[in-house]
């Protein structure tokens, strides 16, 4: 068919909302990625399409505050698409609540995504990713720099769902390194902990500990739209990009404003998608002058001690097993919350 001008016969493009929740509709969305961009669908939280005379030429959506899975139809390119469905994207974000954005998309709506108030944080041939403020993780890394001057430290970046004896491990070998631990904690509330209360048990958790400071990751550190996967528990190239992305950040923004040379992880012989993470770090940290050490896991009667095995316990009711693999504090919380001792 022929294409009008970008900005003529406007009353012809139809945004529509396409729900996932369809298998036809999720099916659609799907191929239609695939054949234009080659990129594999995310869950997401809103997907639209924008279709001219009931063909749909581009799609769209958005995971939490983060625009993704942006495809225009080949022969519909330059046309002005793209543009029109990211405004209606930021609108759609806009009456949710959200002000500070981000985007993760392909390079070639670099210009697009420029002259609608974006900022590049990182990109390569695969992907770009930038938010709508300036300043925004430049202010979120001078924040930081502001009370990690004083000497340098190991970082480490825990979930902690819950704070287990295997992150206090962790926070323990650290400071054999070095005597400044500066742990950033995954703010995203996409775990069975909100992170008030994952908060909360990790302070407590280190608190008799001298050197250790506790920072909120803000949306930079293994947020959902950067790293969905993480939540999700996939794996794959499209998870390796993901797990890369937030090491580029780490790398090029947040290492540097905590002060640290070194980041420490945990072996995960059992955690696919965080396996792949650890690779990634691996790969890509020390392109930014920071050493990456992995130490084994703490086990308990030969038993790794893992958040997920601690939460199964938690559901259950079992406190009597959970209770050797969780500090006294984390024990206390949870025996509250569950409410009373068990």
Request: proline share 4%; net charge neutral.
């Amino acid at each position: 068919m022929e294409y009008p001008d970008p900005w003529q016969n406007r009353q012809k493009w139809q945004i529509k909302t396409l729900p996932l929740s369809s298998e036809t509709v999720y099916k659609q969305v799907e191929e239609f990625l695939l054949e234009h961009t080659n990129l594999k669908l995310t869950a997401l939280d809103y997907c639209a399409g924008l279709f001219i005379d009931e063909e749909l030429l581009a799609i769209g959506g958005f995971l939490d505050n983060t625009i993704m899975n942006l495809a225009v139809a080949k022969s519909a390119r330059g046309k002005g698409l793209m543009q029109f469905l990211l405004e209606h994207l930021q609108a759609e974000l806009k009456i949710r609540g959200f002000a500070h954005l981000f985007i993760y998309t392909t390079p070639e709506n670099e210009k697009i995504i420029k002259s609608l108030g974006f900022h590049l944080l990182y990109g390569n041939r695969q992907y770009i990713f930038a938010e709508n403020r300036f300043w925004g993780i430049s202010s979120f890394g001078r924040n930081l720099a502001q009370q990690t001057a004083e000497a340098e430290g190991v970082a480490l970046v825990v979930n902690a769902n819950p704070f287990t004896y295997g992150h206090l491990h962790l926070v323990e070998q650290a400071l054999k390194i070095k005597d400044r631990v500066r742990i950033l904690l995954v703010e995203t509330d996409k775990s069975y902990f909100p992170f008030s209360e994952r908060l909360q048990m990790l302070k407590e958790g280190v608190k008799h500990l001298k050197g250790v400071s506790v920072f909120a990751g803000g949306p930079y550190t293994l947020a959902a739209g950067v790293f969905p996967d993480y939540f999700l528990k996939q794996s794959g190239e499209q998870t390796k990009l993901q797990a890369e992305l937030d090491c580029h950040l780490f790398g090029r923004y947040l290492g540097p404003a905590l002060n640290c040379s070194i980041r420490l992880f945990g072996q995960e012989p059992l955690d696919v998608t965080t396996a792949q993470y650890v690779q990634a770090a691996q790969n890509i940290l020390p392109q930014y002058d920071i050493e990456v050490r992995i130490i084994p896991r703490l086990a308990y009667r030969d038993q790794i001690i893992s958040a997920s095995r601690v939460r199964a316990l938690y559901k259950e009711g079992n406190f009597l097993q959970l209770e050797n693999l969780v500090p006294p504090s984390t024990f206390k919380f949870l025996q509250e919350k569950h409410g009373g001792a068990c």
